[in-house]
Each structure stands twice: as C-alpha cells, then as structure tokens.
C-alpha cells in the first residue's frame, strides 16, 4: 500500500456507488475516492489493520487518502461489492468478477473474503487447466479439483503442448501417472484396449486421490472451515443515501446468511453516537 499525496487532490472524483456519507475510511486508487467502512478492512484482514496502525490518521479525509497503487478503481469496486451490494445473493457474476476478489483477498489477507470467492467459483463451469492454474496460484485446496483433474484423465486426448506449458511439473506428471493407472485397471476388470477413460469412476477417483494426495487437502479444507465460521464476515447495505443498513446480511466464510450479533451491536452503536471505527 501506497500512501496518499496532497497534490492533484482537485482532479479527484469521487467514486458513484462507493463514497459513503457515513464512510470513515477514504482510499484514492486511479484518481478516484472510495469512501466506506474502516470496520471491516480492520477486523477482516491482517494487513490493513497493520497498514491503519502504521499511519492511524491516513485515510481520514479526501486530501489524506491511503493510496492503493496495486489495483485499479474498477477491481477495487468489485471488491467492495460483495459487502455493499443489496442483490449479492441474486445476482450471477462472470468467473472474472470472483477471480479478481479471489487475487484482492488472498493479496490483502482476507481469509473469508477468499473463501467465500473460492465457493463461488466452485458453482461456475471453468475450464479444467484454467482451474487447475488458478487454485494452484492462489494456493486453494486441491481436493476442489478432483473434477478437473478426472476430466483430463477421462478425455481421449492427451495433455497438449500448449496446455503442458501452462501447468506444472508435478501436475502434469501426476495427470500422467494416473491415467496410466487407469489404464491398468480397466486391463485388470477385462477391459480389451483399454483407454483411461475405461476406469470406473470410483477407481479413477481413488487413484488421483492418491497420486495427489488430495484426502489430506480436504480434511485441512474442513478444518479451516469449521474455524471460520466462528467468524463470519459482516456486511452492510447501502441505503439511497450511502448510509449503511443495520439489517444487512452476515456472510460467513462459505457465503451462508449467519449473523454476527456482536459486529452488528458495535456498528448500530457507533452509528447512533456518531463515532468511527
């Protein structure tokens, strides 16, 4: 994170949808202000919460504003969309929008924002090496990838040069064994010619969880998940007049509708004193 300089203040605008009247955090990010809530960048990721304790009166005024240089306006809107947006549990977002919150989460350290983008793109059709790429990038549980990974076993074709290119080594090796496995296997139930695509599922499953090791990965996922949903994530409305509503949903780390009674108390409470966060 950038720190904000004075000059060019004029030339600023203030973003349409996301400079709240009740914000009291201000960031410039392209030329642009965003004015929303300190509360939950503070209690949500580590590294605001250190940025805010480096420099506790930066972000307090427009002429003041943290400066982000490592994202662009129309990213960081995406972002915050996911906490202001009154339609996030009807409205159908491209695989784009959730990749851009999946890099902005896992860059600033917000671990239920990073799930939650994790759930929604588990509910979207992605391309297997494109999937494969991206959690690998991002460090997500390989057991999310079973899918992917049965579908590049099953296929007639093999891995192309091109789509080699994109993966790793230990993936394409791993792809590799396992369908030579299959293989096997479909010989050994009587199968004549047999092709990987010949396993049984069941097998096929077994065999790349263990060339991948990927029970252990979502016995990890279960537990890391149970943990977060002790603390789900708070997220307020905006009214018409950019003023927050007190009977926002709570999303938890896995998206669900649970409430959190003591973030909803301190943000009604400082609301009705006037007080920041």
Known sequence: MAHGSHNGISQMHHHPEYYLKDGDVTFHVQGTLFCVHRYFFERESQFFAKEFARAPKEGTSDSTAFRLDDVNAADFAKFLWVWYSRSYRCESKPKDHWF?????????????????????????????????????????????????????????????????????????????????????????????????????????????????????????????????????????????NGATNSNANGLSSSGSSNQNDNKQKDAEKNKGTGKQS
């Open 100 to 240: 851009t919150i999946l890099e902005l989460s896992t860059k600033w350290q917000f671990p239920e924002m990073k799930e939650l983008a994790v759930d929604e793109l588990q509910k979207l059709d992605i391309e297997p090496i494109e999937k494969i790429t991206t959690y690998d990038r991002y460090n997500i549980d390989k057991s999310l990838l079973l899918p992917a990974y049965k579908h590049l076993c099953k296929r007639a074709s093999r891995m192309s040069a091109e789509e080699g290119a994109r993966l790793k080594m230990p993936t394409i090796l791993g792809i590799h064994e396992a369908r030579e496995r299959a293989i096997r296997s479909a010989a050994e139930s009587g199968c004549r010619s047999p092709t990987s695509a010949d396993a049984g599922d069941e097998e096929l499953d077994k065999i790349l969880n263990d060339v991948f090791n990927l029970n252990s990965h979502a016995t990890n996922r279960q537990g890391a998940q149970s943990q977060a949903k002790s603390e789900p994530v708070r997220t307020p409305k905006p009214g018409l």
